[in-house]
C-alpha cells in the first residue's frame, strides 16, 4: 500500500498537484497482485470525524481516470456530510476493474486495506457494489457501514437517498415555479438503477409526467413498465422540452456538449459530480436562469442512513425526518444564490466550508 499526502512538494500537474488542489489529506493506493485488486481511496478532509463515503468499482479508461474520480468524489462526500449535519468526514474508494472481479477474496482483501487505516476511513456501497459485497469486506475491518438488514445493518440506503433527491427537487421546484407541487410537471429521469428508480416512484405516486432512459434497454424497459413512466432513448434526453431534468446515473453529464441543449428550469438529480467543470458549468446554468439544486446537497440522504448505522442506535424514522431537512437547506442555498448572484454550487460549498471550519475551532489545542 502506497499512501501519498498532501504536504509533499507539488508539481504542477502532478497526484500531488491534484491533491493539493483540491485539499486532500491523503490517497491511498491498494494493490494486490494474488487477487488482482487495484483500488484508490481518498480521504479529503476528517475535521468533523472519520472519513465516511463508498466503494465504486468501475472498468475505467485509464489510472489518471480513477484518480481524478476518486479525488472529486471524496471532496464531494466532505461537503455533503458537513451540510448533512453529520459528524463526518469525506472520503471514497475506487476499485478499478470490470465488476466480474469481484469475489470473497478480492472483497477481504480491499478490506483489509481499509482496516490498515486505522478508522481514519470509512466505506460503505456505490456503484457496482452492493450490501453483501460489504459483508466480506466486514470480516475484515470494523469501518464498514451498509450492511444488509439480516446482518444488523440498516439494508439499502437507495430510498433514503431517493427520498431526499425528492425533497431537493420539491425545494428547487418551489424556487423556481412558486409551488413545490410536482403535479403535472415534465420530469426526465436520466438512470433507472435503485436511486432513479425509488425517485420515479415518488414523482408518480405526485402525478407528474416522467420520461426515463437508460443505457440498460432490458432494465429501462422493467421500470417503465412496472411504474407507467415514457421511455426514451439515453442521448433524446438533452433535447427534450420539460420542467426538470434529473440525472441519476454517472456524473459530468452537464457538460459544453449538453449544457446548451437542455431545455428545463430546473435540474435535481441523485448522480455525483454532474457539473463537468463545477466553475464554468455552475456558472453557464446562473446566465441561463435554470435553478439547480447541488447534487452532493440534494443526494445525502444515502450517507445519513449508513452514517446513523455506523455511529450506532439506528431508527428508521429518525433518518427520513433528518432526509427531510435537505428540503430546507436546499432552499436557503438557493436563496443564498440568488441573493448574492453565485452559482447554486459555489453557494452550497461555501455553506459546507463554513460548518468545516467552524467545528475546527472546537478542537481547541491545549
Known amino acids: 500500500m502506497l499512501e501519498i499526502k498532501a504536504s509533499q512538494t507539488v508539481k504542477e500537474g502532478s497526484i500531488f498537484g491534484q491533491i493539493t488542489t483540491m485539499d486532500h489529506e491523503q490517497l491511498v493506493i491498494c494493490h494486490d497482485q ?3 485488486l487495484k483500488a484508490l481511496i481518498g480521504i479529503h478532509n476528517t475535521t468533523l470525524g472519520p472519513a465516511l ?37 469525506g472520503g471514497k474508494a475506487v476499485i478499478i476493474g470490470d465488476p466480474k472481479l469481484k469475489n470473497e477474496a478480492f472483497l477481504r482483501r480491499f478490506g483489509r486495506f481499509v482496516e490498515s487505516l486505522g478508522g481514519r476511513y470509512v ?14 469486506i466486514a470480516m475484515e475491518t470494523r469501518h464498514v457501514t451498509g450492511l444488509p438488514e439480516v446482518k444488523g445493518g440498516a439494508g439499502d440506503p437507495s430510498p433514503v437517498t431517493a427520498f431526499g433527491v425528492y425533497m431537493g427537487m420539491k425545494a428547487a421546484a418551489k424556487k423556481a415555479f412558486g409551488s413545490d407541487s410536482l ?13 432513479g428508480k425509488y425517485l420515479i ?65 430546473v435540474i ?61 437547506t436546499c432552499l436557503t442555498i438557493l436563496q443564498k444564490s440568488a441573493e448574492e448572484k453565485i452559482p447554486a454550487q459555489q453557494a452550497a460549498i ?4 463554513d460548518r468545516i471550519q467552524a467545528m475546527g475551532k472546537v478542537k481547541l489545542s491545549f
Not at 72 to 78: D, H, I, V
Not at 123 to 136: I, Q
Open 34 to 36: 494474488a487477487t488482482g
Open 53 to 89: 463515503g463508498g466503494t465504486r468499482m468501475w472498468p475505467y479508461a485509464s489510472e489518471s481516470e480513477a484518480i481524478t474520480d476518486v479525488l472529486r468524489l471524496s471532496r464531494g462526500m466532505s461537503f455533503k456530510n458537513a451540510l448533512a449535519g453529520l459528524n463526518l468526514g
Open 350 to 353: 461555501q455553506a459546507a466550508q
Open 183 to 195: 403535479a403535472g410537471k415534465r420530469i426526465g429521469v436520466q438512470g433507472v438503477g435503485q436511486v
Open 123 to 136: 466505506t460503505a456501497e456505490d456503484v457496482n457494489m452492493k450490501t453483501s459485497d460489504m459483508e466480506y
Open 268 to 328: 435535481a438529480g441523485g448522480a455525483n459530480n454532474q457539473l463537468q467543470d463545477e466553475a464554468k458549468h455552475g456558472q453557464i446554468l446562473l446566465d441561463k436562469g435554470i435553478i439547480y439544486a447541488p447534487d452532493f446537497l440534494i443526494n445525502a440522504g444515502g450517507v445519513i442512513n449508513v452514517g446513523a448505522e455506523y455511529l450506532g442506535g439506528y431508527n428508521r424514522d429518525i433518518v427520513f425526518q433528518q432526509t427531510e431537512k435537505i428540503y430546507d
Open 201 to 265: 416512484e415518488y414523482l408518480v405516486k405526485e402525478g407528474a409526467e416522467v420520461l426515463v432512459t437508460d443505457i440498460f434497454e432490458e432494465k429501462l424497459k422493467k421500470v417503465a413498465l412496472e411504474t407507467g413512466a415514457v421511455s426514451i432513448e439515453p442521448n433524446l434526453i438533452y433535447d427534450l422540452e420539460m420542467d426538470i431534468y434529473a440525472p441519476c446515473a454517472l456524473g459530468a453529464t452537464i457538460n459544453d456538449d449538453t449544457i446548451d441543449r437542455l431545455k428545463c428550469a
